[in-house]
């Protein structure tokens, strides 16, 4: 009697091994599609000010670039042009 009785607790450690990692597997990808989602949807949107502000810090390098030598309406439009073509793609 003592053998059959060391057999059935071997089944049953066997058998709550096998749940344990079924479990597992189950979370890790329901984690990872969650993530996949979260990117997906998430878009931002940029305010008027926001990009005045991106603008302005442009022109400014684009300048500096130049030596601060040039017409300031040139670097402007030109970093008007930079900011839009970001924030495009």
Sequence with gaps: MAVTTAKKTTKSTSKSAAKTSKTVKKTAATKKTSTTRKRATK???????????????????????????????????????????KLAA
């Design 43 to 85: 878009k931002r949107t940029v305010s008027a000010e926001e990009r005045y502000k991106m603008t302005e810090v442009a022109a400014y390098f684009i300048a500096e670039n130049h030596n601060f030598q040039g017409n300031p309406t040139d670097f402007w439009i030109a970093a008007e042009a930079e900011v839009n073509e």
